[in-house]
């Protein structure tokens, strides 16, 4: 099994930085995509930011220039560089990876994070 383990949320001001870690642990064979999601207040959960095992990304266009996403293969971790930090960016932020737990599986597996509060000021 695989968990997912979330940190780096805070409270900053508005154009403040924070940095999300999330790092996969367990029974991992390969990863293919990892992701940024993320539910703001009383809003349904919408995509950030993702990147393939390839290492190309995409970004939601509210975010496109602020944000970075990141990986650290070895670590099996992904981040999230939020710079230029907006109040309409607070929210709940989850990491999502798609996970090939072994060679014989017949598929890989969605796990998500548990979810880090991000909120900023105005």
């Known amino acids: 099994q695989v968990q997912l383990v979330e940190s780096g949320g805070g409270l900053v001001q508005s154009g403040g930085s924070l940095r999300l870690s999330c790092a996969a642990f367990?029974?991992?064979?390969?990863?293919?995509?990892m992701g940024w999601y993320r539910r703001p207040p009383g809003k349904e959960r919408e995509l950030v930011a993702r990147i393939t095992s390839g290492g190309g990304t995409g970004y939601a266009e509210s975010v496109k220039g602020r944000f970075t996403i990141l990986r650290d293969i070895a670590k099996n971790t992904v981040y999230l560089q939020m710079n230029s930090l907006e109040p309409e960016d607070t929210a709940v932020y989850y990491c999502?990876?798609?996970?090939?737990?072994?060679?014989?599986?017949?598929?890989?597996?969605?796990?998500w994070g548990q979810g880090t509060q991000v909120t900023v000021s105005s």
């Open positions: 999502n990876v798609n996970i090939r737990s072994t060679w014989y599986a017949a598929s890989a597996n969605e796990y």
């Open positions: 367990g029974s991992i064979f390969s990863i293919n995509a």
